[in-house]
Nanobody, 126 residues
């Protein structure tokens, strides 16, 4: 199995930027699609972005398109989520997740992911 650890969250003003990192350890010799989800207080966890194991396909929820970018660095066993033009409504705990798969897919459903990090808090002030 694989272990995931997120970092990079924090407090930022509206319009600012952050870069979230998700470091993987363990069975990194397998192929995983990587996803980012977020959960705001009192709300359901929602899909934010995903990247295929090949890195060639990405997907984003409409509310972050053009502002967030997902990427991965294989040599570092790390996935990233670049958050730009942040809005107060982006405030949430952000989780990264891994879905072991040979298929070139970008799952949106959280139940497609078998491995999760502990989350990192992003707070955007107005």
């Amino acid at each position: 199995q694989v272990q995931l650890v997120e970092s990079g969250g924090g407090l930022v003003q509206a319009g600012g930027s952050l870069r979230l990192s998700c470091a993987a350890s363990g069975r990194t010799d397998r192929t995983y699609a990587m996803g980012w989800f977020r959960q705001a207080p009192g709300k359901e966890r929602e899909f934010v972005a995903a990247i295929s194991w090949s890195g060639g396909i990405t997907d984003y929820v409409d509310s972050v398109k053009g502002r967030f970018t997902i990427s991965r660095a294989y040599a570092e066993n790390t996935a990233y989520l670049h958050l730009n033009s942040l809005k107060p409504e982006d405030t949430a705990v952000y989780y990264c997740a891994a879905a072991e798969t040979f298929a070139v897919v970008v799952p949106r459903g959280q139940y497609s992911y078998g491995y999760w990090g502990q989350g990192t808090q992003v707070t955007v002030s107005s």
